[in-house]
């Protein structure tokens, strides 16, 4: 005998078309259908999924160092990626990413704030590199060592600004378990096409939880086929095609010399000081992740009928965010709810998306309120508020009042 | 094709400076050994002998200060190909700075070999002291000469396991010590004294650079030549899918909740809390809910509390956290020490204490029960959730029985018995 359920409908509308952007825009619509449990639900927690999708879409190597809360991830890691090397420190972990990188390899790793910040300077060298890896920052509550068992969201001020030059790195979020399936195989096929280190942003909530969901929504993974430069002539490292990425051969290919090089440099990786073809080739690196984000864009956008507030939050704070949204829509009150889960560069639609709304309210699990300052500023306008905390989740309670504040 | 490892261009190096050999016999060295450009991987890092990649014709990977030797790991681990060969340049500073990667890949005998630039300075930023400059050495940011003897790199590399180590005067013709480096399996690590002469020479004028090793009792010798095995990469083979590391759980119960219900139990490490609450999880879902589960428990794991905080829900559970929970069953002293708080924030719900424990004051019923007496600390999570189960009714007990019963746990607990306790 079954019982009867209640669950959650999502229907998802994908490659939407929104001010000539092509994005992957998922409706939420607010409504409870019956439906039988499936008989292919396991208990699971993030982590799992997220190792599963990474070497499904075609990760090459884990290294790491660990670190809580992302134990699991490097304890999955080491039963499932075709090689597993576990490093002397982060440095060291970033350093070897990039030698494999370098040799044609997809590395990803898994740290947190403490492992992070060592790998700050390596991660700008791979980025100079134009080298692919996916780092997955699985958040704690800082500053410095701080508490490593308690979950936060405080480390996004640092992502936007980790490139020195405030250059664009792409930093993806995951707000629910098909995330943690889908958004990581996504974050490793940008890594690999637009050549950069891409960041999984993360939380110990999320990724030490463990879930009951219906593994039979997890859709096959196409494993990445990596387009190596096949034309010819000389082959030149950092020349790029008219979507501004260079064209990726491996060091020790016996056909073309490949130069990498983590200081200025021309197309050919020569060092440059401050030439025009250096600097060129530099800024190149910032506009080729701007010119590509909109192909990348993810977010769930679920849009009430006449809402004059949004909530906008993320991770595991859009879970808070969700069940609040539910229980004001119970009392009569509309509300619009955004998840961005391509966080960083802020996409453009996002502004777009919130100037529609009269209100709106930043969820996020930090002291601060680190991305509303990142869209609107250190004095954001009246119309935009936050609710923040710090050492704990945020309550959905707590978002409830906000929205209900001025009524 | 040109097989020349230098452009031809002249090389960027003061005059006098022995940066300049070293990269003219690493090419005579690698043409004597037959090798090709593009089968070899320069690998420099910062310092004035880094700015030479851009005069060697073969590949070359320039990164962080210090960073070469961990950089170039990674190369060489990402090819695992003996027909190529990875050289790393770094100087006296950059082994400084990246000492622990020199020991690492000593110890992993990374199949690559280091040439490090000794020329007991920092050159590049005016000439401040590295940690191999010898002792009395002078420098223009250290007139009064270094104070303590520098570090002996080769018998580092040598005492952390790199196959081949040797010291090198930079004078004359060394190429054939070069190649006998990089013709040996392994890490092999060669230190080349030379001089700077911007900074070397100002600050110890005269200086001649047999007599600054002969005076630091710096030997120019071969430290270690073995054959140990170098590096092989562990790679899984065919490892399974993750998704087949755990069952399904078709719904084989029911429940009639109709709203979540959470559940905090709070006891001791090592007694089996977070099994117990696994198994809970479990079985819910076959019950047909929906289930989270966390544990939380101090980073030193086999002693104090053990807490797992779940939710069972007929509907879909977004937030996960449980700041005042409907239950909360308490095994343990240490498990009352942290869920103190907890049972003072509840307002609703009901409390389940071990009866050994002291009388708690809470705004909610508490229900002391010999948890821990009737079934042994070790089962007394189980007995609690079976007692609750059947008390709360959420969903069948048996479902957690046929659980654990089709677990290799089974075979462990007398299930009956703890199923009819009181």
């Known amino acids: 005998m079954k019982r009867e359920v209640r669950h959650y409908f999502f229907l998802r509308q994908d490659k939407d078309n929104i001010n000539n952007q092509r994005i992957t825009r998922t409706f939420a619509p607010l409504f409870y259908r019956s439906e039988t449990l499936k008989s292919s639900t396991a208990l699971i927690d993030s982590s799992l999924v997220i190792t599963e999708s990474m070497v499904q879409a075609g990760a090459d190597v884990f290294i790491g160092y660990p670190i809580t809360p992302a134990n699991l991830l490097y304890a999955y890691g080491s039963r499932r990626y075709p090689l597993f090397l576990s490093a002397p420190d982060e440095i060291t972990t970033l350093q070897w990413m990039t030698g494999f990188a370098a040799t044609g390899k997809l590395p990803v790793t898994a740290t947190s704030f403490p492992g992070y910040a060592l790998m700050l300077e390596s991660i700008n060298m791979a980025y100079m590199m134009e080298l692919p890896m996916v780092i997955i920052l699985v958040q704690r509550l800082g500053p410095a060592t701080g508490t490593a068992t308690c979950g936060a969201q405080g480390d996004i001020t640092l992502l936007n600004g980790m490139i020195s030059g405030g250059f664009a790195i792409p930093v993806m979020s995951l707000a629910d378990t098909q995330d943690c399936w889908e958004i990581p195989a996504k974050a490793m096929q940008m890594a690999s096409r637009l050549r950069t280190p891409v960041i999984l942003f993360t939380s110990k909530e999320e990724v030490m939880t463990s879930y009951s969901y219906d593994i039979s929504r997890f859709s096959g993974i196409s494993p990445i086929r990596r387009n190596n430069w096949d034309g010819s002539g000389k082959y030149k490292s950092y020349r790029a095609n008219e979507q501004l990425i260079p064209s990726f051969l491996p060091v020790g290919n016996p056909d073309h010399q490949v130069r990498f090089t983590a200081s200025t440099h021309d197309e050919e990786g020569n060092l440059q000081g401050t030439s025009k073809a250096g600097l060129d080739n530099s800024t190149r690196i910032h506009q080729k992740i701007l010119k590509n984000m909109a192909e990348y864009t993810y977010y769930e956008l679920d849009d009430a009928h006449d809402a004059t507030t949004l909530i906008l939050s993320f991770g595991i704070t859009s879970r808070a965010a969700h069940e609040a949204v539910i229980s004001l829509r119970k009392k009569g009150v509309a509300v619009s709810h955004l998840v961005p889960k391509t966080l960083l560069p802020v996409p453009p639609v996002y502004y777009e998306i919130a100037s529609r709304y009269k209100r709106v309210i930043f969820c996020e699990e930090n002291y601060t309120g680190q991305y509303r300052q990142i869209m609107f500023g250190y004095s954001s306008p009246d119309h935009i508020s936050g609710v923040n905390s710090f050492g704990k989740m945020i309550d959905p309670s707590e978002i409830v009042r906000e929205v209900l504040r001025d009524e | ?422």
């Open chain 2, 1 to 422: 094709m040109n097989n020349r490892f230098l452009t031809g261009e002249e090389l960027p190096f003061c005059k006098g400076c022995g940066h300049t050999g070293i990269a003219e016999h690493t090419e005579k060295a690698l043409l004597n050994l037959g090798w090709s450009p593009l089968d070899v991987i320069l690998v420099s890092d910062i310092g004035c002998h880094g700015i030479v990649d851009k005069f060697f014709t073969s590949h070359t990977v320039h990164g962080l200060h210090g960073r070469s030797i961990a950089l170039a790991s990674g190369i060489t681990a990402g090819l695992n190909d003996q027909s190529k060969k990875v050289i790393v340049f770094l100087g006296d500073g950059g082994a400084t700075i990246g000492m622990q990667h020199l020991i690492d890949a000593a110890h992993n005998n990374f199949n690559m070999t280091l040439v490090i630039h000794n020329n007991f300075l920092y050159g590049m930023t005016g000439g401040q002291p590295s940690e191999l400059t010898p002792m009395g050495f002078k420098t223009p940011t250290l007139p009064s000469g270094a104070s303590s003897e520098g570090y002996d790199i080769c018998d580092l590399a040598m005492a952390a396991g790199a196959n081949y180590v040797a010291r090198i005067m930079g004078i004359g013709d060394f190429s054939e010590a070069l190649a006998t480096a990089f013709s040996k399996n392994g890490l092999s690590v060669v230190e080349v004294l030379e001089v700077c002469p911007s900074y070397g020479m100002k600050a110890n004028p005269g200086m001649k650079l047999r007599q600054v090793a002969e005076e630091a009792a710096i030997e120019v010798k071969v430290y270690a030549d073995r054959n140990h095995k170098s590096w092989e990469p562990p790679f899984l083979t065919a490892p399974d899918s993750l998704f087949s590391s755990f069952d399904c759980l078709p719904a084989m119960f029911t429940s009639s909740i109709e709203k979540p219900v959470r559940i905090m139990l709070a006891g001791s490490a090592g007694e089996g809390v977070q099994v117990a609450a696994d198994f809970f999880a479990q079985a819910a879902v076959t019950a047909g809910l929906n289930v989270t589960k966390k544990g939380s428990y101090p980073v030193t794991v086999g002693v104090g509390y053990s807490a797992s905080e779940l939710i069972v829900s007929p509907d879909p559970i977004f937030y996960t956290g449980s700041p005042t929970p409907d239950a909360l069953i308490i095994l343990s002293n240490d498990g009352l020490s942290f869920a103190r708080n907890t049972a003072s924030r509840m307002e609703n719900g009901e409390i389940f204490i071990d009866a050994s424990l002291p009388v708690m004051n809470a705004a909610v019923s508490v229900i002391p029960i010999d948890f821990r007496n009737q079934a042994g600390p070790r089962n007394a999570a189980f007995y609690a959730l079976f007692r609750y189960l059947t008390h709360s009714g959420i969903f069948p007990a048996e479902a957690m029985k046929k659980m654990i019963g089709e677990s290799k746990l089974g075979a462990k607990i007398n299930m009956e018995k703890l199923f009819q306790l009181p």
